[in-house]
């Protein structure tokens, strides 16, 4: 029997090796349905993850070549989400 993933909801909903990549965030708050924190999320294992996160990430992300795919319009407002994402930073 293979076992589910649980769906992520909140940073909080990662596994640890992600969660220790946001500790200069609340997880609480970053929400995967949000642009903003969803780039927080993924950009945090990108930039300082291990294989161990990258793998996560791998498996939450849609597959295909198509969800690779990334229009000047779209990542105009990625760069708009990640301003935002600053207010989601601890005090």
């Given at each position: 029997?293979?076992?589910?993933?649980?769906?992520?909801?909140?940073?909080?909903?990662?596994p640890?090796?992600?969660?220790?990549?946001?500790?200069?965030?609340?997880?609480?708050?970053?929400r995967?349905?949000?642009?903003?924190?969803?780039?927080?999320?993924?950009?945090?294992?990108?930039?300082?993850?291990?294989?161990?996160?990258?793998n996560?990430?791998r498996?939450?992300?849609?597959?295909?070549?198509?969800?690779?795919?990334?229009?000047?319009?779209?990542?105009?407002?990625?760069?708009?989400?990640?301003?935002?994402?600053?207010?989601?930073?601890?005090?």
């Amino acid at each position: 029997m293979v076992a589910k993933r649980r769906a992520v909801v909140t940073g909080s909903d990662a596994p640890i090796e992600v969660q220790r990549l946001l500790k200069s965030y609340d997880p609480a708050a970053l929400r995967w349905n949000e642009p903003a924190g969803r780039y927080v999320i993924v950009r945090e294992v990108l930039v300082r993850g291990d294989r161990a996160a990258k793998n996560w990430l791998r498996g939450v992300l849609p597959t295909g070549t198509a969800s690779l795919k990334l229009d000047s319009d779209r990542w105009g407002r990625y760069r708009r989400a990640s301003s935002r994402s600053t207010a989601i930073l601890r005090a």
